[in-house]
T-cell receptor
Framework: GAGVSQSPRYKVAKRGQDVALRCDPISGHVSLFWYQQALGQGPEFLTY????????KSGLPSDRFFAERPEGSVSTLKIQRTQQEDSAVYLC???????????????FGEGSRLTVL | KNEVEQSPQNLTAQEGEFITINCSYSVGISALHWLQQHPGGGIVSLFMLSSGKKKHGRLIATINIQEKHSSLHITASHPRDSAVYIC???????FGSGTKLNVKP
């Protein structure tokens, strides 16, 4: 696609439900990032993939959060047993991230707004 | 995370003023990004830097690799520049906490 696509755009979940958020990066982009942005706050880093390898998951707030990118393209962020504090916009970004430490411009999706009731 | 720090957190300016936002980082980077997010809007990339200086219209970004520091300057600021400006570093994608800029007419 032309840009980073995220789905669903809006998700309402009852506390305790599991949710899955999808990110389709720009085709060919090696690096993929997930961020959590609470209302009125700046984005907080969650995790980073290079191809299918999850190189950094230090920002995941608890073991209820899990991200995968099995084929090095589409990524899914899963949140188990959602809590009210999980309510936020979840942003995905991708970059070309060429080999050898070179990088590329960051492109962001529109985000998935999760509301946990 | 303190890998990327920005200052100031909040900035109010009068239209026409010259604005500087600073970013310091403590990790190895392949590039530094300046991003902009308008209230309720998405994030867009303004600059990607690995050395030196870049200019786009009224925006100028500089980076000093030795000092691990970057600055974003806005000349002749305008109310439409009001937004949150975020510094981010590659390859890890760590963000600074953002600088909320409000330019008053």
């Amino acid at each position: 696609g032309a840009g980073v696509s995220q789905s669903p755009r809006y998700k309402v979940a009852k506390r305790g439900q599991d949710v899955a958020l999808r990110c389709d990066p720009i085709s060919g982009h090696v690096s993929l990032f997930w961020y959590q942005q609470a209302l009125g706050q700046g984005p907080e880093f969650l995790t980073y993939f290079q191809n299918e390898a999850q190189l950094d998951k230090s920002g995941l707030p608890s073991d209820r959060f899990f991200a995968e990118r099995p084929e090095g393209s589409v990524s899914t962020l899963k949140i188990q047993r959602t809590q009210q504090e999980d309510s936020a916009v979840y942003l995905c970004a991708s970059s070309l991230g060429l080999a050898g430490g070179r990088t590329g411009e960051l492109f962001f999706g529109e985000g998935s707004r999760l509301t946990v009731l | 995370k303190n890998e990327v720090e920005q200052s100031p957190q909040n900035l109010t300016a009068q239209e026409g003023e010259f604005i500087t936002i600073n970013c310091s980082y403590s990790v190895g980077i392949s590039a530094l990004h300046w991003l902009q997010q308008h209230p309720g809007g998405g994030i867009v990339s303004l600059f990607m830097l690995s050395s030196g200086k870049k200019k786009h219209g009224r925006l100028i970004a500089t980076i000093n690799i030795q000092e691990k520091h970057s600055s974003l300057h806005i000349t002749a600021s305008h109310p439409r520049d009001s937004a949150v400006y975020i510094c981010a570093v590659s390859p890890r994608g760590y963000f600074g906490s953002g600088t909320k800029l409000n330019v008053k007419p």
